[in-house]
């Protein structure tokens, strides 16, 4: 279980990340970390993020402080989940300031970030909603965590061992490989394998991160429109270009046609196999799929029989409606094995993503604050009396020295920055993880309504193979009488 609490700095930013970085405090300066910024510049870093926005509050930092329940999380997982709800909270466009203060009987985090963000320069919007959402997130870090949480509910599954990203030196580094047709075979041929029609095949590659255009299959006499392709073709979000799915490119296997065929060879197989239930002519006038059975074992119900008489009709129409959207029971279950690959791979793909967008905006933040103070750096270097500009001009010559450091260590050419470059990169990568988050919610929603479909069928199949003995039983008796 974790607290937490929030509040502005308005005053001096190095003397609270001073207190917080304490060595006393944090196993002798073990348990800290930053993102955008080091602890020891800071005040410097914020300052630059700062000096960018037009916005004219006094806030300059805000100090986040999540606090666990004494003997419940090590020192080292604490910390953690100090890190991971900043990344969520502040999407990598916020510069931070994380540590674990272990001096007290329970261990707690301390958060400063900007209050400017690195992309936009926009102010961190501090309300009642925002410290809401703060709290929901360290509720769900602690889930994962498999800790306990300030609000009860039901526990999720555990998603430790979730793969991390790559950094923005290794994205750069696999776009001069040739491996990645291979992967995207490998992907296709996994889509194909999960997918029951030629559509929820694209969404699953999509979900996956590719760009793809040219999918639409123009029939024999007819028109696919404007955005008609002869090949159908796919980007993942590493690569500049895209690659045709032709048989000179990925081979025969691989064009829209091949794929489609492949899935409907796929169903037609499974087809054979199994006889389906015979399809009803009239459709229900009412979706009463989307309700749950009526529980009828309540004394309310066996004292009333016009009472069970309406459940049971009701229960029979919910029922009804369930097996008439699915076709069978069979399929239902195939729609949700569907529909919950579509969720977990979108989630997989938004997760890899997130990871690369905070990978991106610490690029983007160094390469800003670089190109910014590099005429300083010029300028001292010409300068006839070091000693006097360097007391004039520290921050900024601090400021685009540790850029530098930065930069190379992320593997960047300062000598050929292109920021606008980056920025569409990032832009780029913020729309992907948009169009993720809806299909991850879509697939999660669709899959929900296709369980609760399934339990209606299976607990009204159930509880009238239970009652059908008990009927037949009580007739009996009534004639033995």
């Known amino acids: 279980m974790a607290y937490t609490k929030i509040h502005a700095i308005t005053a001096t930013v190095s003397k609270a990340v001073d207190y917080i970085c304490n060595p006393a405090k944090t196993d002798e300066g073990i348990l800290i970390s930053s993102y955008g910024c080091s602890p020891e510049t800071a005040a410097y870093d914020f300052k630059f993020a700062l000096s960018k926005t037009s916005q004219s509050d006094k806030n300059k930092a805000y100090h986040l402080i999540q606090s666990f329940l004494p003997g419940e999380v090590s020192y080292k997982e604490a910390h953690q989940i100090g890190v991971e709800l900043a990344d969520k909270l502040l999407e990598g466009r916020y510069s931070y300031v994380v540590t674990t203060h272990i001096d007290r009987g329970h261990v707690h985090n301390h958060i400063i970030f900007c209050a400017a963000d690195n992309i936009n320069h926009e102010k961190y919007h501090d309300c009642k909603k925002t410290y809401y959402n703060i709290r929901n997130m360290s509720d769900d870090l602690c889930r994962k965590h498999e800790l306990s949480v300030i609000i009860p509910g039901e526990k999720p599954l555990s998603e430790k061992g979730a793969a991390r990203g790559k950094t923005y030196k290794e994205w750069q580094a696999g776009k001069n490989g040739s491996s990645w047709k291979e992967q995207l075979k490998a992907d296709i041929d996994e889509a194909i394998k999960n997918a029951a029609t030629y559509e929820d095949c694209i969404d699953l590659l999509r979900a996956k991160g590719y760009e793809i255009k040219g999918e639409t299959i123009v029939t024999e006499g007819g028109s696919g429109g404007e955005n008609s392709h002869k090949f159908i073709s796919f980007r993942p979000l590493d690569r500049e270009r895209f690659v045709r799915g032709s048989a000179k490119s990925l081979g025969a296997e691989y064009t829209k046609e091949r794929i489609k065929e492949r899935i409907e060879e796929k169903t037609l197989a499974k087809d054979k196999k199994r006889v389906p239930f015979p399809t009803r002519k009239k459709p229900v006038v009412k979706d009463y799929s989307k309700k749950n059975l009526i529980d009828t074992t309540g004394d309310k119900f066996m004292q009333s029989p016009g009472l069970k008489h309406w459940a049971d009709i009701q229960n029979l129409k919910i029922a009804a409606a369930s097996y008439s959207q699915a076709g069978s029971i069979a399929e239902l279950e195939q729609q949700i094995a569907a529909k919950s690959t ?104 669709e899959a929900a309504d296709l369980n609760r479909k399934l339990d209606n069928l299976n607990q009204y199949l159930d509880h009238n193979l239970e009652q059908q003995p008990a009927d037949k039983k009580i007739g009996k008796n009534t004639q033995s009488l």
């Open 342 to 445: 579509l969720a977990k791979t979108a989630r997989e793909s938004l997760v890899e993503t997130e990871h690369r967008l905070k990978d991106f905006g610490q690029v983007l933040k160094y390469a800003e604050q670089y190109k910014t103070n590099r005429i300083y750096h010029i300028r001292y270097q010409k300068s006839k009396d070091k000693d006097r500009y360097l007391r004039q001009h520290e921050t900024e010559l601090i400021l685009h020295d540790g850029a530098e450091n930065m930069l190379k260590r992320l593997g960047i050419d300062t000598k050929n920055l292109d920021i606008e470059k980056l920025r569409s990169d990032y832009n780029a990568l913020c729309s992907k993880k948009q169009a993720l988050q809806k299909t991850y919610k879509s697939a999660e929603k």
